[in-house]
């Protein structure tokens, strides 16, 4: 399909689909043994000790050796060198698509185009003339439609915000975000046909949902974890020189607890949350920083005095949250219960601990 897709590349990639799914027969092996990954990712950028990013592609050594493999892949970086786009964890892609249970003909909507690659992954396997692919970024959607044709596949790309879906090519019997989201999108379940079923990254899982009636639907997280580039949303920078300056409280909860067995139930009490990290010379924990959209910021240092400011105080959440999960709760033990008003997460039982997504289109 490309000049780069000779028998090494064919024979990285046979192994690469086979080792995606090792346990269990999946219906998107044949899709992940065809479509060449390297076609949608011509180069991408790997990080050095130093922190500096660099270019890597056909030319380095490793390339092909890194595409076919599971991780996740850094494809475009701001101005400031942070990581805008990326080529997904196959293995999560994997366990996305397997919960999408998408049959031949099944008309589908992509939130986030990207590189492309999962688009053409849909197209491989439901026909190219069910498949649409949104992303709001035009450098994005471009590249992605070049890389499509010349693989030989034509879904409708279009430009705009994904989370407004697209109405002209409504109803969408499928419908998957690649790009973290902090609930379904009204226009997700205003377009999705009856019986749909929306596959999306929530905080840092996934969640599954089937449309029960016109605005209503349940389900449920994912096991597997997983962390999306978000939607590109304007926010507020942390306040960390204002929280310096606050007068400290103290806290039970171990700062390095946000970063481990609170991180996803944090991501659903505090949605589109922010984390930083200070550490000592020995690479040791020193403390953490959090902060929201609004400009809320809270730092807890190990020693376990903790420093907010802001409308809200985002470490009082974290501090309930440790008191209600002792250990790390699994994700699949979250559910989703939705109504055209409201989406409520609860957990395990439906008058157990809850939290309402916001929706900020």
Same mark, same amino acid.
């Given at each position: 399909?490309?000049?780069?897709?000779?028998?090494?590349?064919?024979?990285?990639?046979?192994?690469?689909?086979n080792?995606?799914?090792?346990?269990?027969?999946?219906?998107?092996?044949?899709?992940?043994?065809?479509?060449?990954?390297?076609?949608?990712?011509?180069?991408?950028?790997?990080?050095?000790?130093?922190?500096?990013?660099?270019?890597?592609?056909?030319?380095?050594?490793?390339?092909?050796?890194?595409?076919?493999?599971?991780?996740?892949?850094?494809?475009?970086?701001?101005?400031?060198?942070?990581?805008?786009?990326?080529?997904?964890?196959?293995?999560?892609?994997?366990?996305?698509?397997?919960?999408?249970?998408?049959?031949?003909?099944?008309?589908?909507?992509?939130?986030?185009?990207?590189?492309?690659?999962?688009?053409?992954?849909?197209?491989?396997?439901?026909?190219?003339?069910?498949?649409?692919?949104?992303?709001?970024?035009?450098?994005?959607?471009?590249?992605?439609?070049?890389?499509?044709?010349?693989?030989?596949?034509?879904?409708?790309?279009?430009?705009?915000?994904?989370?407004?879906?697209?109405?002209?090519?409504?109803?969408?019997?499928?419908?998957?975000?690649?790009?973290?989201?902090?609930?379904?999108?009204?226009?997700?379940?205003?377009?999705?046909?009856?019986?749909?079923?929306i596959?999306?990254?929530?905080?840092?899982g996934?969640?599954?949902?089937?449309?029960?009636?016109?605005?209503?639907?349940?389900?449920?997280?994912?096991?597997?974890?997983?962390?999306?580039?978000p939607?590109?949303?304007?926010?507020?920078?942390?306040?960390?020189?204002?929280?310096?300056?606050? $007068?400290?409280?103290? %806290? @039970? =909860? /171990?700062?390095?607890d946000?970063?481990? +067995?609170?991180?996803? &139930?944090?991501? *659903?009490?505090?949605?589109?949350?922010?984390?930083?990290?200070?550490?000592?010379?020995?690479g040791?924990?020193?403390?953490?920083g959090?902060?929201? $959209?609004?400009?809320? %910021? @809270? =730092? /807890?240092?190990?020693?376990?005095?903790? +420093?907010?400011?802001? &409308?809200?105080? *985002?470490?009082?959440?974290?501090?309930?949250?440790?008191?209600?999960?002792?250990?790390?709760?699994?994700?699949?033990?979250?559910?989703?219960?939705?109504?055209?008003?409201?989406?409520?997460?609860?957990?395990?039982?439906?008058d157990?601990?809850?939290?309402?997504?916001?929706?900020?289109?």
């Open positions: 399909m490309t000049w780069l897709d000779n028998d090494t590349a064919a024979a990285l990639r046979k192994d690469f689909a080792a995606l799914a090792p346990t269990h027969t999946s219906a998107w092996r044949d899709a992940f043994a065809s479509v060449p990954r390297h076609a949608f990712v011509p180069s991408f950028y790997a990080q050095g000790p130093d922190g500096a990013w660099k270019n890597v592609g056909p030319d380095d050594a490793g390339y092909l050796e890194a595409v076919y493999s599971d991780r996740a892949l850094t494809t475009q970086l701001d101005e400031r060198g942070i990581p805008t786009s990326s080529s997904s964890e196959p293995s999560v892609m994997l366990a996305m698509l397997d919960a999408l249970d998408a049959a031949e003909g099944d008309t589908v909507f992509e939130l986030g185009t990207g590189t492309g690659y999962n688009a053409a992954l849909l197209s491989h396997r439901l026909g190219e003339q069910n498949v649409t692919t949104i992303d709001v970024d035009p450098d994005l959607t471009g590249a992605a439609t070049q890389r499509l044709a010349d693989a030989g596949l034509h879904p409708f790309v279009g430009t705009g915000d994904g989370a407004g879906g697209w109405p002209d090519r409504a109803p969408y019997k499928r419908l998957i975000a690649t790009a973290a989201l902090r609930a379904i999108p009204d226009a997700f379940l205003k377009q999705a046909a009856p019986g749909a079923i596959v999306t990254p929530v905080g840092y996934i969640l599954r949902v089937a449309v029960t009636a016109p605005g209503h639907g349940t389900g449920w997280f994912l096991p597997t974890p997983a962390h999306f580039m939607r590109r949303t304007p926010s507020a920078p942390p306040a960390f020189a204002e929280a310096e300056a606050a $007068e400290p409280t103290t %806290t @039970a =909860t /171990a700062p390095g946000v970063l481990g +067995r609170l991180r996803f &139930p944090l991501s *659903l009490a505090l949605p589109g949350h922010t984390t930083c990290s200070w550490r000592g010379e020995g040791e924990l020193a403390a953490v959090i902060w929201t $959209e609004d400009g809320s %910021t @809270a =730092t /807890a240092h190990v020693s376990g005095k903790v +420093r907010q400011v802001g &409308p809200r105080r *985002l470490w009082d959440v974290v501090d309930t949250l440790a008191e209600t999960f002792v250990d790390e709760p699994q994700r699949q033990e979250f559910h989703v219960s939705i109504t055209p008003d409201r989406q409520t997460v609860w957990y395990r039982t439906q157990g601990p809850s939290w309402d997504l916001s929706q900020p289109w």
